[in-house]
């Protein structure tokens, strides 16, 4: 699979931005999709991870209640809605597909450009 992510920038704390992903290459409606970010210095962490139906998510403790992840099957996109905005969600943000489920999610090899967002006044 390949995935184009965008709509990253920069945003004061606060802020809100979406995120899109564009799929291609892979029988998007099957798998888990799923947002990782990494920042600089640090693993790539996930962020949130949604089924091929979109009935049933998944959010990093850290995001929970702030940052909404949803998909568009007919479109093969996904999506991340990120509110509230905090200097510590500044990373690159990347899309990927995986296996294994919801909550044993593992990514596949097929990493993107990712797109950066950062938080800062």
């Known amino acids: 699979g390949q995935f184009v992510e965008s709509g990253g920038g920069l945003v004061q704390p606060g802020g809100s931005l979406r995120l899109s992903c564009v799929a291609s290459?892979?029988?998007?409606?099957?798998?888990?999709m799923s947002w990782y970010r990494q920042a600089p210095g640090q693993e790539r962490e996930l962020v949130a991870a949604?089924?091929?139906?979109?009935?049933?998510?998944r959010y990093a403790d850290s995001v929970k209640g702030r940052f909404i992840i949803s998909r568009d099957n007919d479109e093969n996109k996904l999506y991340l809605q990120m509110n509230s905005l905090k200097p510590e969600d500044t990373a690159v943000y990347y899309c990927?597909?995986?296996?294994?489920?919801?909550?044993?999610?593992?990514?596949?090899?097929?990493w993107g450009q990712g797109t950066q967002v950062t938080v800062s006044s």
């Open positions: 290459g892979l029988s998007f409606s099957s798998y888990v």
């Open positions: 990927i597909a995986g296996r294994r489920g919801l909550n044993f999610f593992t990514p596949y090899d097929w």
């Open positions: 949604i089924v091929g139906t979109g009935d049933a998510t």
